[in-house]
C-alpha cells in the first residue's frame, strides 16, 4: 500500500477495501503506518467503507463483510464505491454509442455514470429500466430559453419500461419484460453485481436476473460494465453467459491473470485507466 499522504480519500477506502479482502482483516494502527495518515483519518475512512456495507468495523479495525449471494445493496451504498474506476469505464464505454443509434441502458451505478456522458450524443433512441438514468436525460433534454424551455436540438428520446422498482433504482418484472421483448437495440450497456468465468453475469435480484435476460437476447451487441471487484463475484442468479457478452470494459485494478482469462473468452476487452483505454484481442 502507498505511504503518499495526499491520497484522496476515495483511493485510500480502495486501497483499505482490497487490503481488508485480500489479508480477511486490517487494523487501525497499521494503516496509519502505511498510508501515513492519522489515525482519525483512517477511522474516518472505515465509517463509511462501513456505511457502505463493505466492511464490518471491530475493536482495533475492520473485517469484510461476508456478503450474501442475495443480498442486493442499495443504489446510494453501490455509488460510494470504486467511483474513479467508475468514470473511467464510462468514459471508455461511451465511444461505443455512435450518433442516431438505439442503445440499451440496464440498472447499475456504472451505467448511471455513461448514462451522464451520453447526454451530448446527438439523436439517440435510449430505452432503459434504470430510474436514475432516465433521470439523467429527461434533465438534460430540457434547457431554458428566452421564450421558456425548450426542447434541446438533437436530444435523445427516452423510454423507460416501467415495472417493479428494485433496491437498484432499476424496474423489473413482467411490465418490463414485455416492453423490452418487442424491441431491439444496437447495443445494450449492462452493469452486474458479478462476473465469473463459471457463473457469467449474474445479480442477487431475480426479478431483475430476467429482465436482464430480456435485454440480452435483444441486443445486437451486448457490453459489461464492471470495475474491477466484480470479477470472480457469483450472486444468486446468473442471466447470461459469457460466450453473450461482446465486450466487457473494466478498469486498471484488474489483475493481470484475470485479463489473460477474459481476454481469451471475450471478443474485445477493454482497460480504462484514466489516461487511455487499452484493447485486447
Known amino acids: 500500500m502507498s505511504d503518499n499522504q495526499n491520497l484522496l480519500a476515495e483511493q485510500r477506502r480502495a486501497l483499505i477495501l482490497d487490503e481488508v479482502r485480500r489479508r480477511g482483516g486490517v487494523r487501525v494502527n497499521e494503516l496509519t503506518r502505511r498510508l501515513n495518515v492519522s489515525d482519525m483519518t483512517v477511522r474516518r475512512d472505515l465509517d463509511a467503507l462501513a456505511r457502505a456495507g463493505v466492511v464490518e468495523k471491530v475493536h482495533g ?20 464505491l470504486e467511483l474513479a474506476a467508475k468514470e473511467d469505464i464510462a468514459r471508455a464505454a461511451a465511444r461505443m454509442a455512435a450518433r442516431g443509434g438505439a442503445i440499451a441502458l440496464a440498472g447499475g451505478t456504472t451505467v ?3 448514462a451522464r456522458r451520453l447526454v451530448d450524443v ?5 430505452v432503459t429500466n434504470s430510474v436514475r438514468a432516465a433521470d439523467v436525460f429527461h434533465t438534460a433534454q430540457r434547457s431554458v430559453s428566452s421564450t421558456g424551455p ?31 421483448r418487442s424491441l431491439h437495440f444496437d447495443v445494450l450497456f449492462i452493469g452486474v453485481h458479478g462476473i465469473s468465468a463459471e457463473a457469467g453475469l449474474s445479480t442477487p435480484n ?5 429482465t436482464n435476460r430480456h435485454f440480452v437476447r435483444a441486443a445486437r451487441r451486448v457490453v459489461v460494465l464492471a470495475d474491477h471487484t466484480k470479477w470472480g463475484t457469483v450472486a444468486l442468479s446468473s ?15 484488474l489483475p493481470p491473470a484475470a485479463r489473460r482469462e477474459i481476454a481469451e473468452r471475450l471478443p474485445e476487452l477493454v482497460v480504462a485507466d484514466g489516461f487511455g483505454e487499452t484493447a485486447d484481442p
Not at 431475480?206 to 430476467?210: F, N, Q, T, Y
Open 61 to 80: 479495525g475492520a473485517v469484510p463483510v461476508a456478503e450474501a449471494t442475495a443480498h442486493e445493496p442499495g443504489f446510494e451504498a453501490k455509488s460510494a
Open 122 to 126: 446527438p439523436d439517440l433512441t435510449v
Open 239 to 253: 442471466f447470461a453467459a459469457l460466450d453473450e457478452v461482446d465486450a466487457l470494459v473494466t478498469d486498471a485494478g
Open 206 to 210: 431475480l426479478a431483475e436476473a430476467e
Open 112 to 114: 448511471f455514470a455513461l
Open 150 to 180: 425548450a426542447a434541446r436540438p438533437g436530444a435523445a428520446t427516452v423510454v423507460l419500461t416501467g415495472g417493479v422498482r428494485t433496491p437498484s433504482d432499476t424496474l423489473v418484472g413482467p411490465v418490463a419484460d414485455a416492453a423490452i
